[in-house]
């Protein structure tokens, strides 16, 4: 038990300090005051004021994480403009959230998720420049017989260039473009002698085992692959193609991840997929088991998750933020109280709905229900 705690509190205490900083940082750089930054909520553990007077503390839900501003009266940076104008004075107007400019307030709350890929931006571009990435072709060495692979047209020793128009730069993209395909035709561009050819392949969907030994729905074609000629291609990277390529599969996950979740939505994606807090900490330790490279690379991919979900146009999150400002720049004045209380009571009640959800597939995994 206390491998998967440790290293699921190690990447919670990481990607929530980022994300939390990323508002810090511009809250401080505009001059808002922040009497709280706390990774985690509930009771206080243990923290500390710093000489501007912000109370830096760790609680005991580790589930999260917030930065409370100057006049708020939550920690969802909740404040009502007129009770503000009449209760502080001028000087300390000027350190109140609600009362900054548009594009300020902006800023400060899209500062989180930016912190969130920057932090992965990092991580890949580290990993690319000082350990490397593979970049050896996909040559299909087995097709399995009556495979969709078969049945699609897919032979041995054809070489994958493209899965539903990604490049296929490495061996190792195959499985990971295969398994985010959300559709139910996956377009296979391979090279065949000296012809390219673009194959259609329906996926099987079998219950199989991942790399960890997890039980997953896994979207199969039925190939195996080998290296083209034989002939790992790994190479450490200089700092402009890093910085490209960890650009890239930030970019890719980001999109996929969205591809993905409406697929999810509309029935086309397998839901169950979808995992909360006690699989991430199932996961991080059995990554953890696989040395600190694996875990540092899952901690990039949860990093994107987090900056992703905090700006869905829920109330509530960052992206919920971000949904009032584009209404205030529309309408000229901020929503009403009133209205403001109502998105949050709904967006409440679809975290709370999402919370069940993800927390009963993680129990289902675990094999509580069947």
């Given at each position: 038990?206390?491998?998967?705690?440790?290293?699921?509190?190690?990447?919670?205490?990481?990607?929530?300090?980022?994300h939390?900083?990323?508002?810090?940082?511009?809250?401080?750089?505009?001059?808002?005051?922040?009497?709280?930054?706390?990774?985690?909520?509930?009771k206080?553990?243990?923290?500390?004021?710093?000489?501007?007077?912000t109370?830096?503390?760790?609680?005991?839900?580790?589930?999260?994480?917030?930065?409370?501003?100057?006049?708020?009266?939550?920690?969802?940076s909740?404040?009502?403009?007129?009770?503000i104008?009449?209760?502080?004075?001028?000087?300390?107007?000027?350190?109140?959230?609600?009362l900054?400019?548009?594009?300020?307030r902006v800023?400060?709350?899209?500062g989180?998720?930016?912190?969130n890929?920057?932090?992965?931006?990092?991580i890949?571009f580290?990993?690319?420049?000082?350990?490397?990435?593979?970049?050896?072709?996909?040559?299909?060495?087995?097709?399995?017989?009556d495979?969709?692979a078969?049945?699609?047209?897919?032979?041995?020793?054809?070489?994958?260039?493209?899965?539903?128009?990604?490049?296929v730069?490495?061996?190792?993209?195959?499985?990971?473009?295969?398994t985010?395909?959300?559709?139910?035709?996956?377009?296979f561009?391979?090279?065949?002698?000296?012809?390219?050819?673009?194959?259609?392949?329906?996926?099987?969907?079998?219950?199989s085992?991942?790399?960890?030994?997890?039980?997953?729905?896994?979207?199969?074609?039925?190939?195996?692959?080998?290296?083209?000629?034989n002939e790992?291609?790994?190479?450490?990277l200089?700092?402009?193609?890093?910085?490209?390529?960890?650009a890239?599969?930030?970019?890719?996950v980001s999109?996929?991840?969205?591809?993905y979740?409406?697929?999810?939505?509309?029935?086309?994606?397998?839901?169950?997929?979808?995992?909360?807090?006690?699989?991430?900490?199932?996961?991080?330790?059995?990554?953890?088991?696989?040395?600190?490279?694996?875990?540092?690379?899952?901690?990039?991919?949860?990093?994107?998750?987090?900056?992703?979900?905090?700006l869905?146009?829920?109330?509530?999150?960052?992206?919920?933020?971000?949904m009032?400002?584009?209404?205030?720049?529309?309408?000229?004045?901020?929503l009403?109280?009133?209205?403001?209380?109502?998105?949050?009571?709904?967006?409440?009640?679809?975290?709370?709905?999402?919370?069940?959800?993800?927390?009963?597939?993680?129990?289902?995994?675990?094999?509580?229900?069947?």
């Amino acid at each position: 038990m206390l491998s998967y705690i440790l290293p699921f509190i190690i990447l919670i205490l990481v990607v929530v300090f980022i994300h939390e900083y990323g508002h810090y940082y511009f809250a401080k750089k505009y001059g808002v005051g922040v009497t709280d930054f706390s990774i985690g909520f509930g009771k206080e553990i243990f923290g500390w004021n710093d000489k501007s007077g912000t109370r830096w503390k760790i609680c005991w839900i580790p589930l999260g994480g917030y930065v409370k501003f100057f006049g708020d009266r939550n920690v969802f940076s909740q404040a009502d403009q007129e009770k503000i104008l009449k209760k502080y004075n001028e000087e300390d107007r000027q350190k109140l959230f609600v009362l900054k400019p548009l594009y300020q307030r902006v800023l400060i709350v899209f500062g989180g998720p930016l912190a969130n890929f920057l932090l992965a931006l990092v991580i890949f571009f580290s990993i690319y420049t000082f350990i490397g990435k593979d970049f050896t072709p996909a040559v299909i060495n087995e097709v399995q017989k009556d495979s969709p692979a078969m049945i699609g047209g897919l032979k041995q020793n054809d070489i994958i260039l493209e899965i539903d128009g990604n490049k296929v730069k490495s061996i190792m993209e195959v499985s990971k473009f295969i398994t985010m395909s959300t559709g139910e035709i996956i377009d296979f561009k391979i090279k065949r002698s000296y012809d390219e050819l673009i194959l259609k392949i329906q996926p099987d969907i079998v219950l199989s085992e991942d790399g960890l030994g997890n039980q997953i729905n896994k979207r199969m074609v039925g190939i195996k692959l080998g290296a083209f000629n034989n002939e790992i291609n790994h190479v450490k990277l200089g700092p402009a193609q890093s910085i490209y390529h960890a650009a890239h599969e930030v970019y890719y996950v980001s999109i996929s991840s969205l591809k993905y979740l409406g697929a999810m939505i509309f029935g086309k994606a397998d839901a169950s997929q979808l995992g909360g807090p006690i699989r991430i900490a199932k996961i991080s330790g059995q990554v953890a088991e696989f040395g600190v490279l694996a875990f540092i690379s899952m901690m990039a991919y949860i990093s994107i998750s987090l900056g992703l979900v905090n700006l869905f146009p829920i109330p509530m999150l960052d992206g919920g933020h971000l949904m009032f400002y584009a209404f205030e720049k529309v309408l000229g004045r901020p929503l009403s109280q009133k209205t403001q209380e109502g998105f949050f009571r709904i967006g409440m009640f679809l975290l709370l709905s999402l919370m069940f959800f993800t927390t009963f597939n993680d129990l289902k995994d675990l094999g509580l229900f069947k």
